[in-house]
């Protein structure tokens, strides 16, 4: 191994460089020659007891890590937040009630409870109404000539599909809606004096009631076989469904608004791709947007034990945070990485995480939704053009587009 050569300072976790760019040239430095690193962090910027953590930027080390889970624990919040005044460790401890942060065995009986909810078959009984919703709003954004894509087409389908897969009713969506953006702090004018915390209880005590409901009235969907449900004897109690649609809210709607945007701005800089997609639908189309995109840079873990990564001595207590974004441009796994090639086949990327024990739940309702979205645009507007360059979200973690600015009829000059 020779020093990696990246600038002095360089953290790949910084919002302000994530504004501007993603650093894939210094992290492919990282990959070819130091794939686990020491990234010193301020202690000010951590929120963390300690002062920096591990990037682990190949693909086989992330799977490695990932599917350890005895050694490498989600308890100390999988996320990366930088700002020691956002996170506390009340906040953690709090972060605890949802799956993303939980270790077996906690994880392992919320999580077979809840994946009955997400198997093919559940998600496929979503087709016809996506499918609807998805020409729906695609049709509607069409009705313009020119507009912002994030708002009026990529942000829309995810949270539909969620309303869609809990049974929410049609008059309740709105407030829904408006719960998850005030929750997520968008960055909306509209929101400046909300408080995310109390949308945050709103919706708990929303999907309580509304499984409150379903106990005294069952129904034929998801809700009620989640309710219905039990592992050894444990059933999904009315606090535990609160905190499961407070989870989607957070992990199924951002990532999915950004594998959309990100996938309509490759398809648009790559014109032969495009036409691939009109004319033949490929299956693999999908995955390679999620690699593509890699909505979700970076998750972290803690180190359980002193132990070893890539020849490196990891102490107990230290954060090993695994770069999926550089593990999708592993040269050793995919043939010309930084190409978008929707026909891509095979394609083992780290999008929805290294097939580990939290590897994402909602796959298939993501590929469900990113297939009928392009399906929905090359029918009605398949001559959508950019009209600049997307303004990109400051995240620690996400690889957010905020803003895309497109000509929808592709004729404006
Ligand atoms: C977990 C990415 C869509 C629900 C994850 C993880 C990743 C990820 C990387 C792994 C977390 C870890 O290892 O710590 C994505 C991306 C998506 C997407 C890129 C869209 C393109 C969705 C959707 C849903 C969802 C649509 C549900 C509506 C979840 C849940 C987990 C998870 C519940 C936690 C699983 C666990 O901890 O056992 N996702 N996700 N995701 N995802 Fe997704």
Same mark, same amino acid.
């Not at 191994?1 to 994530?18: A, C, R, S, V, Y």
């Not at 953590?53 to 999988?78: C, F, G, M, P, Q």
């Given at each position: 191994?020779?020093?990696?050569?990246?600038?002095?300072?360089?953290?790949? *976790?910084?919002?302000?460089?994530?504004?501007?760019?993603?650093?894939?040239?210094?992290?492919?430095?990282?990959?070819?020659?130091? &794939?686990?690193?020491?990234?010193?962090?301020?202690?000010?910027?951590?929120?963390?007891?300690?002062?920096?953590?591990?990037?682990?930027?190949?693909?086989?080390?992330?799977?490695?890590?990932?599917?350890?889970?005895?050694?490498?624990?989600?308890?100390?919040?999988?996320?990366? #937040?930088?700002?020691?005044?956002?996170?506390?460790?009340?906040?953690?401890?709090?972060?605890?009630?949802?799956? =993303?942060?939980?270790?077996?065995?906690?994880?392992?009986?919320?999580?077979?409870?809840?994946?009955?909810?997400? *198997?093919?078959?559940?998600?496929?009984?979503? !087709?016809?109404?996506?499918?609807?919703?998805?020409?729906?709003?695609?049709?509607?954004?069409?009705?313009?000539?020119?507009?912002?894509?994030?708002?009026?087409?990529?942000?829309? /389908?995810? %949270?539909?599909?969620? $309303?869609?897969?809990?049974?929410?009713?049609?008059?309740?969506?709105?407030?829904?809606?408006?719960?998850?953006?005030?929750?997520?702090?968008?960055?909306? &004018?509209?929101?400046?004096?909300?408080?995310?915390?109390?949308?945050?209880?709103?919706?708990?005590?929303?999907?309580?009631?509304?499984?409150?409901?379903?106990?005294?009235?069952?129904?034929?969907?998801?809700?009620?076989? %989640?309710?219905?449900?039990?592992?050894?004897?444990?059933?999904?109690?009315?606090?535990?469904?609160?905190?499961?649609? %407070? /989870?989607?809210?957070?992990?199924?709607?951002? *990532?999915?608004?950004?594998?959309?945007?990100?996938?309509? =701005?490759?398809?648009?800089?790559?014109?032969?791709?495009?036409?691939?997609?009109?004319?033949?639908?490929?299956?693999?189309?999908?995955?390679?947007?999620?690699?593509?995109?890699? &909505?979700?840079?970076?998750?972290?873990? *803690?180190?359980?034990?002193?132990?070893?990564?890539?020849?490196?001595?990891?102490?107990?207590?230290?954060?090993? $945070?695994?770069?999926?974004?550089?593990?999708?441009?592993?040269?050793? #796994?995919?043939?010309?990485?930084?190409?978008?090639?929707?026909?891509?086949? &095979?394609?083992?990327?780290?999008?929805?995480?290294?097939?580990? $024990?939290?590897?994402?739940?909602?796959?298939?309702?993501? !590929?469900?939704?990113?297939? =009928?979205?392009?399906?929905?645009?090359?029918?009605?507007?398949?001559?959508?053009?950019? +009209?600049?360059?997307?303004?990109?979200?400051?995240?620690?973690? +996400?690889?957010?587009?905020?803003? %895309?600015?497109?000509?929808?009829?592709?004729?404006?000059?």
């Amino acid at each position: 191994m020779t020093k990696p050569n990246i600038p002095e300072g360089f953290d790949p *976790t910084d919002p302000e460089l994530m504004a501007e760019r993603v650093p894939h040239e210094e992290l492919a430095e990282l990959r070819r020659h130091a &794939p686990v690193h020491w990234i010193p962090q301020p202690r000010e910027v951590g929120g963390f007891d300690d002062d920096g953590y591990w990037a682990v930027t190949s693909h086989e080390l992330i799977r490695e890590v990932s599917r350890d889970d005895k050694t490498y624990s989600s308890w100390e919040n999988t996320a990366i #937040v930088r700002f020691a005044d956002y996170i506390t460790r009340e906040q953690i401890e709090m972060q605890r009630t949802i799956l =993303l942060n939980q270790d077996a065995p906690e994880h392992t009986k919320l999580r077979g409870i809840i994946s009955r909810g997400f *198997t093919p078959r559940a998600i496929a009984t979503l !087709r016809g109404a996506l499918t609807e919703r998805a020409e729906q709003i695609v049709s509607g954004a069409n009705t313009d000539e020119t507009g912002d894509f994030v708002t009026k087409v990529a942000a829309e /389908l995810p %949270l539909q599909a969620i $309303a869609e897969l809990l049974g929410v009713p049609q008059e309740d969506r709105g407030q829904l809606f408006r719960w998850t953006n005030e929750m997520m702090g968008y960055d909306d &004018p509209a929101n400046a004096e909300v408080d995310p915390a109390q949308s945050s209880m709103e919706m708990l005590g929303y999907a309580y009631n509304m499984a409150e409901k379903r106990r005294e009235e069952p129904a034929d969907d998801i809700i009620t076989k %989640l309710l219905d449900a039990s592992i050894d004897g444990e059933a999904l109690s009315s606090e535990e469904f609160g905190f499961f649609v %407070l /989870l989607l809210a957070v992990a199924g709607n951002e *990532t999915t608004r950004n594998a959309i945007t990100h996938g309509v =701005l490759a398809f648009m800089d790559n014109p032969e791709q495009w036409k691939i997609w009109r004319e033949e639908r490929p299956k693999t189309m999908a995955d390679e947007v999620v690699r593509w995109a890699t &909505p979700v840079t970076v998750f972290q873990r *803690t180190a359980t034990c002193d132990t070893e990564l890539g020849g490196k001595e990891i102490k107990k207590g230290d954060r090993v $945070a695994m770069f999926y974004i550089s593990g999708n441009r592993d040269e050793e #796994v995919f043939d010309d990485p930084y190409a978008f090639d929707i026909t891509r086949d &095979p394609n083992a990327h780290l999008g929805f995480g290294g097939t580990g $024990a939290h590897f994402c739940i909602g796959t298939h309702l993501a !590929r469900l939704e990113i297939e =009928l979205i392009f399906n929905a645009i090359a029918d009605v507007m398949p001559d959508i053009t950019k +009209l600049g360059e997307a303004k990109r979200l400051p995240s620690a973690w +996400l690889n957010g587009i905020k803003e %895309l600015e497109v000509d929808f009829t592709g004729k404006c000059p």
